[in-house]
Structure formats: structure tokens, C-alpha cells
């Protein structure tokens, strides 16, 4: 798997259950996208500089084309499709690829008072 600030990318279910169940104490960030996605070119290198900066989150990148069956699970209908999941639990999801929003949600989700707010 990939290091601390560095962005994971799923390629198999096994993999994307193995990282939910090791990594379900932190603020994920799932980023489903796919090879042809255009927008993909304009976000992803911004999402691994937000990788970079806010080590303790973790950043997943899932191709629906190669998980199926988790885009489905999730709902995804557009992409680029960013889920921010806390203690496995879906709080919050953004659709498109608003740099704003997504640091707004970032720094609002690994907070001390978002985490205690949302036990």
C-alpha cells in the first residue's frame, strides 16, 4: 500500500475492504473516477497535493470500471465523485471537482469537534 500522505489506489475489492477495516478510525477520502474521465486530468494532482498536506487523512482513488460493484454500493452516477467517509460511515459527498469545497470538507471533517460531534 502507499506511504502516509500519498493517495491509494484501489484496484481490487479485497484491497478497498482491507483498507476500509485497517483505516476506519480516520477521515477517508474516496475519490471514484474512471481512466476516461476528463475532469481527472484537472483534479487528480490537486487531490495529491491534499494528500500531502493532511497526512493523517487518508485518499483513496477507485476506477469504476475496475470496482464495479463498490461504485454501485456507493451510488456513484458522476464523476468525478468525492465520498468523505468517518469510522466507515458515509458524512458527506461531493460531486465535480470544487477545489474549494473540497478543502472546506477536509478541515471541517478532521477537526477534534467534527469527530466528537459525530459519535
Known amino acids: 500500500m502507499a506511504q502516509e ?3 491509494i489506489a484501489c484496484r481490487s475489492t479485497s484491497e478497498w475492504n482491507a483498507v476500509l477495516l485497517r483505516e476506519s478510525g480516520k477521515l477517508i477520502v474516496v475519490h471514484f473516477t474512471a481512466s476516461w474521465c476528463g475532469p481527472r486530468r484537472l483534479i487528480a494532482p490537486y487531490v495529491s497535493q491534499l494528500a500531502k498536506n493532511h ?3 487518508i485518499f483513496l482513488e ?3 470500471d475496475e470496482l464495479k460493484r463498490v461504485a454501485f454500493k ?3 452516477e458522476a464523476l468525478p465523485t468525492f465520498i468523505f467517509l468517518k469510522r466507515g460511515q458515509k458524512s458527506h459527498r461531493i460531486v465535480g471537482t470544487d477545489r474549494a469545497a473540497l ?3 477536509i ?8 469527530a466528537a460531534s459525530t459519535a
Open 62 to 64: 477507485v476506477d469504476v
Open 55 to 57: 497526512p493523517s487523512v
Open 103 to 105: 478543502l472546506r470538507k
Open 5 to 7: 500522505g500519498n493517495v
Open 74 to 76: 456507493w451510488d456513484i
Open 107 to 114: 478541515e471541517e471533517l478532521k477537526t477534534p469537534a467534527a
